[in-house]
């Protein structure tokens, strides 16, 4: 059985667009995930969705705390992410790792790099693309750019990546990016048509040549309705229900998350970190066994 540690990165400098407030999502997921756990009994837990008895023994799922993010530093704050994410590689274990906003996931993607040899996939849900260059008003680190980042890195492979949950409009240039290097788009749409069990069928055909993968998260992939505590609010995504269910199906082929822009600055009664921890309780109970098929 698979352990998992969790990693918070309270950081949001890179919120160059939307509202910031971010750097308090780790400490508002946290609570909620206490009570969730509170449900634990004896090491282990019943799931009514599924109807089935887990057991959560021995170090299940142990929080590491914060990584060492320097408020105003986003470079060192990157260091740390991709110092905390090697340590717990280092131990054989799952991270989990929870933003911040969306620029923390370059150095996410990247300490999980440095960790392991062959190729890497990425499932990026997410309402946009990510893939902005650098420009003068955000510059080439920021929440916009986390995805282009990633894909530079060496041993990441857009061709068994997978954007999932984009909807309405973006840059053109993303849009060119995207094509040029053979990036995948599920949108929002496509995935709400065809359900939650095809869209994890097609999932995992696109990242199954990948030797590890990362499956990352911008809560804004949730519609504003059931997440209004995320950095940018796009109508038409997923509901809770949808997005809780693709994070269960996928996590048994996946090798670590990554869940960022909560934001509790405009969250409603904890609706977002109550969805963000519940999420994250699904990926670890559900990916106790790794799978590399359906």
């Not at 705390?65 to 105003?72: F, I, L, M, N, T």
């Not at 055909?205 to 990362?214: Q, S």
Request: hydrophobic residues 40%; proline residues 4%.
């Amino acid at each position: 059985m698979r352990e998992f540690e969790l990693w918070g990165a309270p950081f949001d400098g890179g919120a160059t667009l939307g509202w910031p407030g971010s750097r308090y999502g780790p400490e508002a997921i946290r609570r909620s995930l206490a009570w969730i756990r509170g449900r634990v009994e004896d090491e282990a837990v019943y799931w009514l969705d599924s109807a089935s008895h887990h057991d959560l023994s021995g170090n299940f799922l142990t929080d590491r705390g914060d990584a060492e993010v320097v408020p105003s530093d986003l470079m060192a704050s990157l260091d740390a992410v991709s110092s905390a994410i090697t340590d717990t590689m280092d131990k054989e274990r799952v991270p989990i790792f929870v933003g911040g906003d969306d620029s923390m996931l370059f150095g996410a993607v990247r300490g999980f790099h440095r960790s392991v040899s062959g190729s890497v996939g990425l499932i990026y849900l997410d309402a946009h693309f990510d893939l902005a260059d650098t420009n003068a008003k955000q510059g080439g680190f920021s929440q916009s750019s986390g995805m282009r980042r990633c894909l530079e890195l060496d041993r990441v492979a857009p061709g068994a990546t997978i954007q999932v949950g984009l909807r309405n409009f973006n840059f053109p240039s993303s849009a060119r990016y995207a094509e040029d290097v053979g990036l995948q788009v599920l949108t929002a749409k496509t995935s709400i048509d065809i359900g939650v069990t095809d869209s994890v069928r097609r999932i995992v055909d696109r990242v199954g040549g990948a030797d590890h993968v990362v499956l990352t998260v911008d809560i804004d992939v949730v519609d504003p309705a059931f997440a209004p505590g995320s950095g940018a609010h796009e109508p038409g995504g997923f509901s809770s229900r949808h997005f809780l269910d693709l994070v269960t199906g996928l996590a048994p082929h996946c090798d670590a998350l990554a869940l960022m822009e909560v934001n509790p600055m405009i969250d409603v009664n904890d609706t977002t970190s109550r969805l963000a921890a519940t999420a994250i309780f699904d990926f670890a109970v559900s990916g106790q066994e790794r799978r590399k098929t359906l």
